[in-house]
């Protein structure tokens, strides 16, 4: 445990052309695809829970929501991007970030939020912990009272 923590530490710090090549990695990919969507739903429940604002007020809470989703969003893609650029040759970086700037990797982000939405309509609710409790007592007879 302690030789790894050593690795770490004496790691060299990823290339400005890594960290770069992360970064655009970061914001071609899926948790770039899907926040802005997850932002745009939680500010209008930001304006819905202050039912007493005026169109003004809500314009402004909105354009605030704007500003922090984009400050947020933008600190989320450098640590991302670090991180990809830490664990991922300069080789992969380069072929990852042609592909998603790519027409293909445009086309794929582009249909990701929507086909992930079809999925947890289709799927529904997932209760990974309740369904393997249920199949264990199911198996072996333990672990069957309810929780």
Known sequence: MMLLYALALFAPDPTSEALALGKRLAEAGTLAALLPAILAKETEELVAEQPA????????????????????????MTATGRGYAEKLSIEDLRVLVAFNESAAGTRW???????????????????????TRKAFCAKTGKGCEPR
């Open 53 to 76: 604002l005026s169109d003004a007020d809500k314009t402004i809470l909105r354009s605030i929501a704007t500003e922090q989703g984009k400050a947020g969003l933008d600190r989320m």
């Open 109 to 131: 982000r582009e249909v990701t939020p929507g086909v992930m939405i079809a999925t947890m309509a289709t799927v529904g609710d997932i209760d990974f912990k309740g369904e």
